[in-house]
């Protein structure tokens, strides 16, 4: 899953402790390494790092994203595929954000996202400043809900990623069979909230 889902995952200001420590490491934990990495952290960031790597291989072996980036792979996306699912699961998160998250609308928690990483950048890995400068400044979050949010996002990764071109095609790959990856979507998200719910290692 992308940044929408794991700051998604990361709970409720209102109903989860240290609310605000969790999504900082969430979010920081796209580029901590190892356990060195982990224990960097205070106790309660590292919470939201465990998440977020939970969050990731959960996903990755799950049978249904199998499914998907079989799919994408036959679609000539390689080694990419399972990125761009990543990506296109955004965009099904954020074009129905209403129904998995109705308490909020989407621009209002990226907004709310946004100002709580930036308030704490100081605390995310150096590689991931100009990325939370351009995802805040662009809102990328809300951007997601949008097919062309989608695609520019994938086009913006492609050039940023040696050897990664092809991903420029991602959206339109993934749009193409959209009912195909919707299905898949529908089944995946609660089994992986549920997952996130059950789990007490973080």
Same mark, same amino acid.
């Given at each position: 899953?992308?940044?929408?889902?794991?700051?998604?995952?990361?709970?409720?200001?209102?109903?989860?402790?240290?609310?605000?420590?969790?999504?900082?490491?969430?979010?920081?934990?796209?580029?901590?390494?190892?356990? =060195?990495?982990?224990?960097?952290? &205070? $106790?309660?960031? +590292?919470?939201?790092?465990?998440?977020? /790597?939970?969050? #990731?291989?959960? !996903?990755?072996?799950?049978?249904?994203?199998?499914?998907?980036?079989?799919?994408?792979?036959?679609?000539?996306?390689?080694?990419?595929?399972?990125?761009?699912?990543?990506?296109?699961?955004?965009?099904?998160?954020?074009?129905?954000?209403?129904?998995?998250?109705?308490?909020?609308?989407?621009?209002?928690?990226?907004?709310?996202?946004?100002?709580?990483?930036? =308030?704490?950048?100081?605390?995310? &890995? $150096?590689?991931? +400043?100009?990325?939370?400068?351009?995802? /805040?400044?662009? #809102?990328?979050? !809300?951007?997601?809900?949008?097919?062309?949010?989608?695609?520019?996002?994938?086009?913006?990764?492609?050039?940023?990623?040696?050897?990664?071109?092809?991903?420029?095609?991602?959206?339109?790959?993934?749009?193409?069979?959209?009912?195909?990856?919707?299905?898949?979507?529908?089944?995946?998200?609660?089994?992986?909230?549920?997952?996130?719910?059950?789990?007490?290692?973080?």
């Amino acid at each position: 899953m992308n940044f929408l889902a794991h700051l998604l995952l990361s709970g409720s200001p209102t109903t989860t402790p240290q609310y605000d420590d969790i999504v900082v490491g969430n979010f920081a934990a796209e580029a901590v390494r190892g356990r =060195a990495g982990l224990l960097a952290y &205070p $106790e309660a960031v +590292q919470r939201g790092i465990r998440l977020h /790597r939970f969050i #990731d291989s959960f !996903t990755d072996t799950h049978p249904v994203v199998r499914r998907t980036t079989a799919r994408l792979r036959e679609a000539g996306l390689g080694k990419w595929a399972g990125v761009v699912a990543d990506m296109g699961y955004d965009h099904l998160l954020a074009r129905d954000f209403a129904r998995h998250h109705p308490t909020e609308p989407l621009p209002d928690f990226a907004q709310r996202q946004y100002a709580l990483l930036h =308030a704490r950048r100081h605390e995310i &890995p $150096e590689r991931l +400043q100009p990325l939370l400068h351009h995802m /805040r400044h662009g #809102d990328w979050l !809300t951007g997601y809900a949008h097919p062309a949010g989608l695609a520019q996002a994938l086009q913006g990764l492609s050039r940023r990623v040696p050897a990664g071109a092809i991903m420029a095609t991602g959206a339109a790959a993934f749009l193409a069979e959209l009912p195909a990856y919707e299905a898949d979507f529908v089944e995946f998200w609660p089994e992986l909230r549920a997952g996130v719910e059950g789990n007490t290692a973080f």
